[in-house]
């Protein structure tokens, strides 16, 4: 199983936000857990290879990069419908989303399995997470 995030630190003006990749097990783990989230979720995250972060192709495939080791996803009824925060506390990857938001990146990693994605959604303060292929 491999779930990737990342954010360049390298050519961020093309490539804001963090990205998303994962292949087969790791959309169909994301999309279970995801879809079952009450109030927080964690998955384990692999640091991605030259295989993964060719596929955006910041700088031929050499921007320097910071991917995370963990993802801790948070949700709750209570949130506006457009809130979508990132944050991290080390290697780990926080998300705070709605539950709006939570079916916008289910349907991001659906696109992933099926080999689509170069797109990103964003929240109220413009964060964004951008979903690659593998």
Not at 24 to 36: E, H
Request: aromatic share 12%; charged share 25%.
């Amino acid at each position: 199983m491999k779930i990737c995030i990342w954010r360049y630190t390298d050519n961020i003006r093309n490539y804001p936000g963090y990205h998303l990749s994962a292949d087969a097990v790791g959309c169909r783990v994301l999309r279970d857990r995801l879809s079952k989230i009450l109030d927080c979720v964690s998955f384990t995250l692999t640091v991605p290879d030259m295989a993964v972060l060719s596929v955006p192709n910041n700088q031929g495939g050499q921007a320097r990069y910071f991917g995370g080791r963990k993802l801790q996803v948070h949700t709750a009824s209570s949130l506006a419908p457009n809130t979508f925060r990132w944050e991290e506390q080390d290697t780990t990857f926080i998300l705070t989303c709605s539950r709006e938001q939570i079916s916008r990146l289910l349907a991001g990693v659906s696109d992933i399995e099926k080999g689509e994605g170069d797109y990103s959604i964003r929240g109220d303060d413009d964060q964004a997470l951008w979903f690659w292929w593998q």
